[in-house]
């Protein structure tokens, strides 16, 4: 399902096993009368003759009818195992073998007979095998009139049949032909591999044809399965990854100009949820058939692997690419496609880039690279790679290196900012920051590298060090002694996680630390996006002893609701509503609100970002229990906190 009008060719060792020649003898009862030159390669290269009367010619000169099995033990020790089939002529018969003695090392009963024919052209009587006459679905005859049986050629393949052999009995020499027939049975067409011989008769020049025909219907049908499989993706029915990078392989090699197109389906883990994957199936095999009817003449289309598609467009500019992209994106969101009863609509991202010379990686990866670009900036558009994007890829590579690297060597650091009591003014406990405090340049904090890390699978690792970490310093004498209580920031990708929760617990009672000296920080956006993994967290955590606060709430516009559904001890109120409640009347109201909320359910309150004296008198007002900022603390070294040296055990 490619715009390339021509399927992949067959492997040339398929080709050549389809259309090898057949080895044919004429044998009487005096032995081995002649045989072709295929009939002397299967017993010559083992030390045997045809021509010795004792050795391979008794066993033909023995078979009548098909599907008989020789053993032959050669003069050079070796056994042969061949399959045999005859047929008479006059004055003798016509014995066809085959070799299968590689077949596993063994004779194989599955392997079909092999029909014979021979044409008298000076009588124009054609002689068929018991076998091939049955394909046919002509009677069992000595003989009938050439005619007949040329009337069951496909008139497609007529003229140059007739023409093959013209030729033969001109030159005399051996032919083969792969042709079409209609059995007279109405089964529908079949194909034969014809093998034939010119063979001198008697009475002087080369006037009969002999060979085999063999009804390769089903073996040419596999093998066009086979070369499609090899080409094209079976879901999808689109050209598969080894033909796209082939054919941009082709395009970077090339003079001309050209350009690729890489697209994603937006959100189809959605429909994988709500419909099951047969849907999600369903909908790739949708947007990939109009993704090849869109990307115009010339294109190759292929998955190249999930949801994830490409078109190599030979001779495009990248800005025609780039409207060959628009115009994708607009036929899928218009398209409804059917998924069982219903219907669904999807959108797709796409990315375009040049192909660059003789580098088949960065072309596709500049595809990828603009592609994540039009998924980040609203998706259900197209994208052009420019340099920028790899600039910035660049940027993001190496600060997920420094990441990765800073947990190997432990140059990630915490620092840890007071929590307080704003009726008491004392600390009550203190939320950990992350800090990267590898030495190189530029310094980077937690805003640039944290939301890179997100996506990814390291922000996994991160997690379990910032909360094993916490627990450690825990453990330390100093924080027993003063009773220290801190905070750890999750990711809402820890939600994925099942086995965190219980890893946390594991580690508490590893070192020793009472539950309720440590405590989780969830935002609110992440909370709401796994709702049923955070309200399992939370529910493990708060009822072994572990605080758990929904982080940032308001941020993300969050409904009242969650706070009534999900299980918390404490909810911090983001600071966009703390800052300026001493001078906006809808802050002011608005914080009052959570606090009315907060206490119904039993939540401790924390407003953040109290930077201002003035902040805190308004706070107290309106009843919120705690509050951190610049005012009330700044954050500090954790291992300062503890008063000991950073904790590098496991």
Not at 19 to 47: F, K, Q, S
Not at 275 to 289: F, I, K, N, P
Request: include cysteine; hydrophobic fraction near 40%; aromatic fraction near 4%.
């Amino acid at each position: 399902m490619t715009t390339e009008s021509d399927p992949p060719a067959d492997p040339p060792s398929v080709a050549a096993a389809c259309l090898a020649p057949v080895a044919m003898l004429v044998v009487d009862g005096g032995g081995v009368r002649w045989h072709n030159t295929a009939a002397a390669r299967l017993v010559e290269p083992y030390g045997g003759r045809w021509s010795d009367p004792d050795g391979p010619a008794a066993l033909v000169v023995a078979v009548d009818g098909g599907g008989v099995r020789l053993r032959w033990s050669a003069p050079d020790g070796s056994v042969r195992w061949w399959r045999a089939g005859s047929q008479e002529l006059s004055g003798g018969r016509l014995v066809a073998l085959s070799d299968e003695t590689d077949y596993d090392g063994g004779p194989v009963a599955a392997v079909p007979d092999t029909a014979t024919w021979d044409w008298d052209v000076a009588t124009d009587r054609v002689r068929l095998s018991p076998g091939l006459a049955d394909m046919l679905g002509v009677p069992h005859r000595p003989g009938c009139d050439w005619l007949r049986v040329a009337a069951l050629v496909h008139r497609d393949d007529r003229r140059t049949l007739y023409r093959t052999l013209r030729d033969a009995v001109r030159t005399g020499g051996s032919w083969r032909h792969v042709v079409r027939m209609l059995p007279t049975d109405g089964s529908g067409i079949r194909t034969f591999e014809v093998y034939g011989e010119v063979r001198d008769t008697a009475c002087g020049p080369s006037r009969r044809l002999v060979g085999t025909a063999r009804d390769v219907t089903e073996l040419r049908s596999a093998r066009q399965a086979l070369a499609f499989l090899c080409g094209n993706d079976t879901q999808t029915g689109v050209a598969s990854r080894r033909r796209v990078i082939s054919r941009l392989t082709e395009c970077a090699t090339g003079r001309q100009r050209a350009a690729v197109v890489v697209v994603d389906v937006d959100r189809l883990g959605d429909v994988n949820e709500l419909h099951g994957m047969a849907a999600g199936d369903e909908v790739l095999r949708s947007v990939a058939a109009v993704l090849h009817r869109g990307s115009g003449g010339g294109a190759t289309v292929g998955r190249i692997g999930g949801d994830r598609f490409a078109a190599v467009l030979p001779g495009r500019s990248v800005g025609e690419a780039i409207e060959v992209g628009r115009r994708l994106c607009a036929a899928v969101d218009r398209t409804p496609l059917r998924v069982g009863a219903g219907i669904v609509h999807v959108a797709i991202s796409v990315g375009v880039a040049e192909v660059v010379r003789d580098d088949v990686d960065a072309s596709l990866g500049n595809a990828c690279l603009a592609l994540a670009e039009a998924k980040r900036t609203g998706r259900n558009r197209a994208v052009p790679f420019t340099a920028d994007l790899h600039r910035a890829a660049h940027r993001r590579a190496t600060l997920l290196r420094r990441v990765d690297d800073a947990l190997d060597h432990d140059t990630m650091g915490l620092n840890a900012q007071p929590i307080v009591d704003l009726r008491s003014g004392r600390v009550t406990r203190y939320e950990l920051l992350i800090r990267l405090r590898d030495g190189q340049h530029p310094p980077v904090g937690p805003a640039e590298f944290l939301p890179l890390v997100e996506p990814t699978e390291l922000v996994h690792r991160l997690d379990r060090w910032v909360v094993g970490r916490a627990v450690r310093a825990l453990a330390t004498p100093r924080a027993r002694a003063l009773d220290l209580r801190l905070e750890a920031n999750l990711s809402g990708r820890s939600l994925e996680d099942p086995d965190f929760g219980p890893w946390v617990l594991a580690e508490l009672s590893r070192h020793g630390v009472e539950p309720g000296r440590l405590g989780v920080e969830l935002t609110e956006t992440a909370a709401v996006t796994e709702l049923a993994a955070a309200r399992s967290l939370a529910t493990l955590l708060i009822d072994s002893g572990v605080g758990f606060a929904l982080d940032d709430f308001g941020a993300g516009f969050g409904s009242f609701s969650y706070l009534k559904h999900l299980r918390f001890t404490s909810v911090k109120i983001a600071g966009d509503f703390v800052e300026h409640i001493d001078r906006e009347p809808v802050d002011r109201a608005l914080v009052g609100a959570v606090v009315v909320v907060a206490r119904q359910l039993g939540l401790v309150t924390v407003a953040e970002r109290v930077d201002r004296p003035e902040l805190v008198d308004e706070l107290r007002l309106l009843g919120v229990d705690h509050g951190q900022g610049y005012h009330l603390g700044r954050p500090v070294p954790l291992d300062g906190l503890v008063g000991a040296a950073p904790d590098r055990s496991a």
